[in-house]
């Protein structure tokens, strides 16, 4: 039997998926979300004949053979629990939960059904990120020792005052939500080497001031000011591995640097060579060596849609029964360094990763 999907959660990033499985023809057949109005306005959308306001409703429904959860940070531990007990694979949005044991009873719990749990680390199926990783795998870095994760946005709190910044529903701001694709997607770079020790600094500057934060840009806006800001909006950290490889991890929700100062730069330093891009970007650059010379190469990069390729990986997987490459054990590791880091910011000290 082919795949049919459920989706938790009609937000934005629950139309991402249903758009991306419209697109592919994977057939969508309810969409759950506590507010039922915004799942029939998307299913309307995108042909989804069935609307639920009790996510527990749409995993009972025999047809529904996995479940996308795409919900508040908080749920993720639940629904992606209440999907995997009715014997539903999961495509879990990230991040994986609010903290490491969270993700260990997720992992746990699909162990024991025999489930799959795939990540919502879609960075890694962009065109510059799965170039990059051809050229590791090809061996044209040698053996990578150090790399820079970095993920800036300027005056861009998501949601102000709303679950975004309300960390019992996210678990804190811009390290839990998107420094963890950087994270995810450097360490699949390096091969997921073992995180050892953490030295990190967390900082809220800005999302305090509420009604005076003048911004840019606001993902989930608009702001509620009478709403919660007890998140960080910055976040500094470096990691060392199994090894003696490091990495240097930056997020930022808000900083004051100058226009165009700084890049979303991803880097790679081995023996042989190196690796810069852009986070999403269009050009990979590379340094290597070849027939005794140094040589630069940039890649054309193949056309793909990172959407469709997490999607299209996540239908293999279920329907092969093999594990997923951004698997539930991956999502765990990168929340192991997440968790260090805020633990090492509040002890103002380096810390061992659990
Ligand atoms: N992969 C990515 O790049 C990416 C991008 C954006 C968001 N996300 C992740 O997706 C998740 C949702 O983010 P969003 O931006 O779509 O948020 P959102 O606020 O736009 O949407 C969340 C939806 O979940 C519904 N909801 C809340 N609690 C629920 C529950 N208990 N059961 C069912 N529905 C519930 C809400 O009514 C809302 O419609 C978050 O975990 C976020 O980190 C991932």
Redesign the pocket.
Known sequence: MGIKLGI???????Q?HAQTAKRLGVPVVCI????EA?AKKLASAEGVPNTTAN?AEMFADKEITAVIV????K??K??ALGAIEAGKDVLL???MALNVGECAQINAAAKKHGRLVQM?F??RYSPVAQSAKSFVDAGELGRIYHAKANIYRRRGIP?LG??FTTKALSGGGPLI?VGV?IIDLAMHLMSFPKPLRVSGKVYANFGPRMKNYLFESM??GPPRLDGKFDVEDAAHALVRFEGGLTMEINATWAMNFPANSVQNLMGFFGDKGGMTFELGGTSLRVATESNGHNVDITPTLRDANGWDEQLKRFVHSVETRTEPGASGAKGQIVQSIIDAIYDSSEKDREVEVG
């Open positions: 938790v959660g009609a937000g934005t990033i629950g991402v759950a979300d506590v507010n915004a996510p795409g919900v508040p940070n749920f993720h639940d629904m949005e990230k991040p919502g879609v960075n949601g709303g679950w939500d694709h993902w989930a």
